[in-house]
């Protein structure tokens, strides 16, 4: 029978990277010592117990085992069957390299990772919806699954950016053309970075990622983008992964000297495009240069730690300076995009500071 529509929930379902496995721990039962009884019988005179030492009364050895969880094999029918039915609902005609390359990263992670398991297994479950589903559900299936996979990758999911990459891979599905091409995954991305990075030389949430801003970027990238020169478009290329990365790995883990001198790079590369962030990039500007010119700290001969203490002991003049500002609610971006040069801004900041900048 014909499907007339294709069930809603099949989106949500093909998104899944986890599950939720329940573990119910056996109960541990404790056997009462048996009740002694009275006797008349004279024993013979022991050695005197305190009346306060508690008898030893050893309990049975209780163990607890977690239930086994039994993963069945990666076949070859079912990595075929997903493979032919995640091109369908992405109307993407997988190359041999593309096969491949599914084909390895599944056989690899298939044992350890529950979510790629998770996202074939449910694929494979809606085979008759995405085969019978007419073309105009098919298209309406893969708008809105591909978006759930981007806004998945800009809250950090690894195994999204690998899935919609296929589809980004497609040149029907590019902004512009190149060595490499331009994407929506990395405008998208960018309008992410930038907001981050604003948001962070502000100190507060007050720019936000939302379609004006994307749509915005992705227009003036799109127009631009044959005149970027090849290392930006290189960077840019990566920049979806490299700032999960970044975010995942440098930003959380390095210390707060790291993080603002971060905040006062990002600010001398945005400042002359967004006004809202001048007086703000010049405090952190002007607080880092104080101490690394202060003789009594020797910024240079510190380590992290004791540059944390610095800063963290400059902080209430920081503060103090910060509250003579102008309050400032939100920041529009897409109102400065058409002035920013956001290649440069975006393509050559995140990821690589770490390497590229002598962070002292």
């Given at each position: 029978?014909?499907?007339?529509?294709?069930?809603?929930?099949?989106?949500?379902?093909?998104?899944?990277?986890?599950?939720?496995?329940?573990?119910?721990?056996?109960?541990?039962?404790?056997?009462?010592?048996?009740?002694?009884?009275?006797?008349?019988?004279?024993?013979?005179?022991?050695?005197?117990?305190?009346?306060?030492?508690?008898?030893?009364?050893?309990?049975?050895?209780?163990?607890?085992?977690?239930?086994?969880?039994?993963?069945?094999?990666?076949?070859?029918?079912t990595l075929?069957?997903?493979?032919?039915?995640?091109?369908?609902?992405?109307?993407?005609?997988?190359?041999?390299?593309?096969?491949?390359?599914?084909?390895?990263?599944?056989?690899?992670?298939?044992?350890?990772?529950?979510g790629?398991?998770?996202?074939?297994?449910?694929?494979?479950?809606?085979?008759?919806?995405?085969?019978?589903?007419?073309?105009?559900?098919?298209?309406?299936?893969?708008?809105?699954?591909?978006?759930?996979?981007?806004?998945?990758?800009?809250?950090?999911?690894?195994?999204?950016?690998?899935?919609?990459?296929?589809?980004?891979?497609?040149?029907?599905?590019?902004?512009?053309?190149?060595?490499?091409?331009?994407?929506?995954?990395?405008?998208?991305?960018?309008?992410?970075?930038?907001?981050?990075?604003v948001?962070?030389?502000?100190?507060?949430?007050?720019?936000?990622?939302?379609?004006?801003?994307?749509?915005?970027?992705?227009?003036?990238?799109?127009?631009?983008?044959?005149?970027?020169?090849?290392?930006?478009?290189?960077?840019?290329?990566r920049?979806?992964?490299?700032w999960?990365?970044?975010?995942?790995?440098?930003?959380?883990?390095?210390?707060?000297?790291?993080?603002?001198?971060?905040?006062?790079?990002?600010?001398?590369?945005?400042?002359?495009?967004?006004?809202?962030?001048?007086?703000?990039?010049?405090?952190?500007?002007?607080r880092?240069?104080?101490?690394?010119?202060?003789?009594?700290?020797?910024?240079?001969?510190?380590?992290?730690?004791?540059?944390?203490?610095?800063?963290?002991?400059?902080?209430?003049?920081?503060?103090?300076?910060i509250?003579?500002l102008?309050?400032?609610?939100?920041?529009?971006?897409?109102?400065?995009?058409?002035?920013?040069?956001?290649?440069?801004?975006?393509?050559?900041?995140?990821?690589?500071?770490?390497?590229?900048?002598?962070?002292?």
């Open positions: 029978m014909k499907l007339n529509s294709i069930n809603p929930g099949v989106i949500a379902i093909l998104c899944a990277t986890s599950l939720t496995i329940g573990i119910v721990t056996p109960a541990i039962t404790v056997t009462p010592p048996p009740k002694s009884t009275p006797t008349n019988q004279t024993t013979p005179p022991t050695t005197a117990t305190p009346a306060n030492t508690p008898t030893p009364n050893p309990q049975p050895a209780t163990t607890n085992k977690l239930p086994l969880v039994v993963v069945t094999p990666l076949t070859p029918a075929k069957n997903f493979t032919d039915l995640y091109g369908q609902v992405l109307a993407v005609k997988f190359t041999p390299n593309q096969q491949q390359k599914i084909s390895q990263r599944l056989s690899k992670e298939w044992m350890t990772n529950l790629l398991r998770s996202t074939v297994a449910q694929t494979i479950a809606l085979e008759p919806q995405i085969v019978r589903g007419t073309p105009a559900e098919r298209t309406q299936l893969q708008t809105k699954l591909v978006a759930n996979l981007r806004q998945q990758v800009l809250d950090g999911d690894t195994d999204a950016l690998w899935l919609v990459s296929f589809y980004d891979a497609s040149s029907k599905n590019w902004l512009a053309p190149g060595k490499p091409p331009l994407t929506r995954m990395t405008t998208d991305m960018s309008a992410e970075v930038l907001c981050f990075m948001n962070e030389i502000m100190g507060k949430s007050i720019a936000t990622s939302d379609s004006k801003l994307k749509d915005a970027i992705a227009t003036k990238l799109t127009a631009e983008y044959a005149k970027i020169p090849a290392d930006t478009k290189q960077s840019l290329s920049l979806p992964a490299t999960l990365t970044f975010k995942g790995n440098d930003w959380l883990r390095r210390g707060n000297d790291f993080r603002e001198q971060m905040r006062v790079h990002w600010g001398q590369n945005l400042e002359a495009y967004i006004p809202e962030i001048r007086e703000m990039s010049k405090l952190r500007r002007d880092v240069a104080k101490l690394k010119a202060d003789p009594n700290v020797q910024w240079d001969r510190m380590n992290s730690i004791q540059r944390q203490a610095a800063l963290q002991k400059s902080d209430p003049e920081f503060q103090a300076s509250r003579t102008a309050p400032t609610k939100t920041i529009q971006l897409n109102n400065y995009i058409n002035t920013m040069q956001v290649a440069t801004a975006i393509g050559n900041s995140p990821t690589r500071y770490s390497l590229r900048l002598n962070v002292k």
